[in-house]
């Protein structure tokens, strides 16, 4: 293994930079050149690479968003597009493409890996919304975000005895939602997996009563892929009197510098990720599965199954009294 390609891909997450970092290092420690493709598979179909040395990587723990900086890329969902990107992978001399991205830029790899690329993945979005794993890169620093949000909230909404909705990101999973909910102490959560059974009418009850013993104030959460927040704020204020206040975080959460826990996951994955390419292994994907790194197939980590755990909503419920 001489020479092997990093590339962000997708949504950006906090934690991107200190995966670039670790792949970078690791290679060079183990004296493989690294070459830096900007822009996600857009930078790899156009040719917009860069040599990455230890130096380049310097100070980046630290910093959101990334470096490579990062693109949603159509044309990898077009035959020629996945071509073009094979064949620049194998006129620049790669060994090995290590892609640090979502569900969809796994999808991208396994076209790759069709067509001879040998493509390594570290999860990273927000969302955590990846089957294979139980972490990636980026949730906790989001949720903390929305904690923060959740507190200051709080502070104004309890000051003028309100309701406030907030609605958080996650595109069709309510991982963030659920999180925030419990760790900033909301009374309800309203998530996708559990669409179907959402009813608004019960919410609003809801509120009525905990008005009726007593409380003052009243803070929900809503996931991006259930909606309707501005809605359910001007139903809430309708039926129940209570003056109500919807807010949207939005793409705050894709932001800020990544927690002690975002640094930690996704140095050990860049590392695994060149330790897997070092070992000869193709088409895989660094997980984080029971409390250890794991290095999965590509094809079987695709086609892999996960659940929300939905106790936490059941605890949300019994600590909202
Ligand atoms: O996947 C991360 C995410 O932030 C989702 O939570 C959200 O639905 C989506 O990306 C937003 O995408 P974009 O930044 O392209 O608007």
Redesign the pocket.
């Known amino acids: 293994i001489k020479k092997i390609g990093v590339l962000t891909s997708?949504?950006d997450?906090p934690g991107m930079n200190a995966a670039i970092r670790a792949v970078v290092r690791t290679a060079q420690y183990h004296d493989v050149e690294v070459i830096g493709i900007r822009k996600g598979y857009n930078g790899l179909i156009n040719g917009e690479i860069k040599e990455m040395r230890s130096k380049d990587v310097s100070n980046v723990m630290n910093l959101g968003g990334t470096i490579l900086h990062t693109a949603?890329c159509p044309e990898m969902m077009t035959e020629e597009g996945v071509s073009k990107a094979a064949a620049i992978y194998k006129i620049l001399g790669l060994d090995a493409l290590v892609v640090i991205g979502?569900d969809g830029s796994y999808r991208g790899m396994a076209e790759l890996a069709k067509r001879g690329v040998n493509c390594i993945g570290i999860p990273a979005?927000?969302?955590l919304?990846m089957n294979c794993t139980e972490y990636t890169i980026g949730f906790d620093t989001a949720v903390n975000t929305g904690m923060d949000a959740l507190n200051k909230l709080r502070d104004t909404s309890s000051s003028h005895e309100r309701c406030s909705v907030v609605e958080v990101?996650?595109?069709d999973a309510g991982y963030?939602a659920i999180w925030c909910g419990m760790v900033g102490g909301a009374e309800d959560v309203m998530f996708p997996e559990e669409k179907d059974k959402i009813d608004s009418a019960k919410v609003i009850q809801q509120i009525l009563e905990n008005r009726s013993i007593g409380k003052r104030h009243n803070l929900i959460v809503v996931a991006?892929g259930v909606g309707g927040t501005q809605k359910l704020a001007k139903d809430i204020q309708e039926i129940t009197g209570i003056q109500t206040r919807a807010t949207i975080l939005g793409?705050l959460?894709?932001g800020g510098s990544p927690t002690a826990t975002d640094r930690m996951h996704a140095s050990m994955m860049g590392y695994h990720a060149v330790k897997a390419i070092l070992e000869g292994q193709q088409n895989r994907v660094v997980s984080y599965n029971k409390g250890r790194y794991e290095v999965l197939d590509l094809t079987e980590a695709l086609n892999m199954e996960k659940h929300l755990d939905r106790e936490i909503y059941d605890v949300i419920k019994v600590l909202a009294i």
């Open positions: 997708g949504g997450a949603r979502g979005t927000i969302d919304d990101m996650g595109r963030i991006e793409h959460q894709r």
